[in-house]
DNA sequence: CGAGATCTTGACGCGTATCAAGTTCTGTGG
DNA sequence: CCACAGAACTTGATACGCGTCAAGATCTCG
């Protein structure tokens, strides 16, 4: 779609493709209504979950009610591995959404592709702490659409799963400050606004420049 | 040293035990001077490092100059695993360093091991998000400085290895806030500054109230 | 002892947060 | 199918924390 792999790419396209990993035999599938908790901060990490449809995001709360959206997680992506026995995140399904759930002990029979997993799930938080650490809020918003576009298959038309709400506490920033940036980049028409959830990116190349 | 683990202790020194693996066989031991590069963004990943004595620093630079820190390591603690083949970071020693060399075969064998490093790396990764995405100048740097102590082994004086650059783009912030902050802490005897690198945590319970 | 690096401090400006309306979307019951 | 209510989103005015620029102090090391 974009551009092919330079050799300075920052995509983790490349990555993605240890996503793809099934981890056989049988298990669970479970459906979670929007909003609905899938794990809460203190329980055991015991179990390992795929998303089938739908999305998850992965938070923390301080204790003055400050957010942080540490993930998201789109349909074929595992998640719900932590180092440690307890959860130190929780877990909610952002909109209606169905995961494959696997226990403890399968898992630990895949500690090869595990260790796949925890790598990309490292390589996925450093790569967003560059962008919340350096960058300004346009450049937030652009990398984060450009991650998510890639991620949804690198579609240019792209339907947002999360509210702004959401995309604030993932990028460090207001709901307000999103908006704005929103219409900026609608005003420069980099992105296309068909409804505030359905965004059509107009100019890749724009849109990956500003991420740098 | 500071209060003992408390239900919702958010320190990762429960996590720490396995910074502890060792992993056996014969490797190589090397010495990197100062501000020496270790490993370079796009380098092949095929090592893995434990930190002997000295300090290491990850980072990544953006086009214009802005850094980000994404990781410290000190004595005891391994990196230079990444997912895929290529470093998307680059590793320099922060003082004189001495480190401790694996191949990737040797590694590969001990998947297990690595697993439970990459877990770790992950979650400091994603710590570190929340540091920096939801918290404000005074937060950040006292979650630096109760991190750093205990990984340090919970002494109340710490000596930094890293300047206040280093600090600063670790933390998303500028030499001159890094500063100011320090400041202001010292105004308030939460520490004492000995000299610029010697710090003194004086009152730890307000510094842990300071991170949430 | 001197020179460059590192750190601190001050004055000011900018980017984003905050506060406050107003608008649009969504889903539910009539 | 429409009406309505609440949620979600947008937009504007203002405030404030941190960045920027500049100068000076202190440390480090040859």
Same mark, same amino acid.
């Given at each position: 779609?974009?551009?092919?792999?330079?050799?300075?790419?920052?995509?983790?396209?490349?990555?993605?493709?240890?996503?793809?990993?099934?981890?056989?035999?049988?298990?669970?599938?479970?459906?979670?209504?929007?909003?609905?908790?899938?794990?809460?901060?203190?329980?055991?990490?015991?179990?390992?979950?795929?998303?089938?449809?739908? *999305?998850?995001?992965?938070?923390? +709360? $301080?204790?003055? @009610? !400050?957010?942080?959206? %540490?993930?998201?997680?789109? =349909?074929?992506? #595992?998640?719900?591995?932590?180092?440690?026995?307890?959860?130190?995140?929780?877990?909610?399904?952002?909109?209606?959404?169905?995961?494959?759930?696997?226990?403890?002990?399968?898992?630990?029979?895949?500690?090869?592709?595990?260790?796949?997993?925890?790598?990309?799930?490292? *390589?996925?938080?450093?790569?967003? +702490? $560059?962008?919340? @650490? !350096?960058?300004?809020? %346009?450049?937030?918003?652009? =990398?984060?659409? #450009?991650?998510?576009?890639?991620?949804?298959?690198?579609?240019?038309?792209?339907?947002?799963?999360?509210?702004?709400?959401?995309?604030?506490?993932?990028?460090?920033?207001?709901?307000?400050?999103?908006?704005?940036?929103?219409?900026?980049?609608?005003?420069?028409?980099?992105?296309?606004?068909?409804?505030?959830?359905?965004?059509?990116? !107009?100019?890749?190349?724009?849109?990956?420049?500003?991420?740098?």
């Amino acid at each position: 779609m974009f551009a092919a792999t330079r050799p300075a790419d920052r995509s983790l396209a490349e990555l993605d493709t240890v996503a793809d990993i099934r981890i056989p035999g049988p298990h669970l599938v479970a459906t979670y209504k929007a909003g609905k908790e899938i794990y809460a901060e203190g329980d055991n990490v015991d179990k390992c979950y795929q998303v089938v449809v739908g *999305a998850v995001r992965v938070c923390r +709360l $301080l204790a003055d @009610g !400050r957010r942080q959206v %540490v993930s998201f997680h789109l =349909a074929g992506e #595992m998640f719900g591995f932590e180092a440690g026995n307890k959860h130190r995140f929780f877990a909610e399904a952002i909109t209606e959404t169905r995961l494959g759930v696997f226990g403890r002990r399968p898992m630990q029979e895949h500690s090869r592709e595990l260790l796949d997993l925890a790598l990309l799930g490292m *390589a996925r938080a450093q790569e967003h +702490l $560059l962008v919340i @650490g !350096r960058q300004c809020a %346009v450049e937030r918003m652009a =990398a984060f659409l #450009m991650d998510l576009s890639g991620r949804l298959g690198g579609l240019r038309q792209v339907k947002l799963p999360m509210s702004r709400q959401d995309i604030a506490d993932y990028l460090g920033l207001t709901i307000e400050t999103v908006s704005r940036v929103m219409t900026k980049l609608r005003e420069r028409s980099v992105i296309a606004l068909h409804d505030a959830r359905t965004i059509e990116i !107009r100019k890749p190349d724009a849109l990956r420049q500003l991420c740098n």
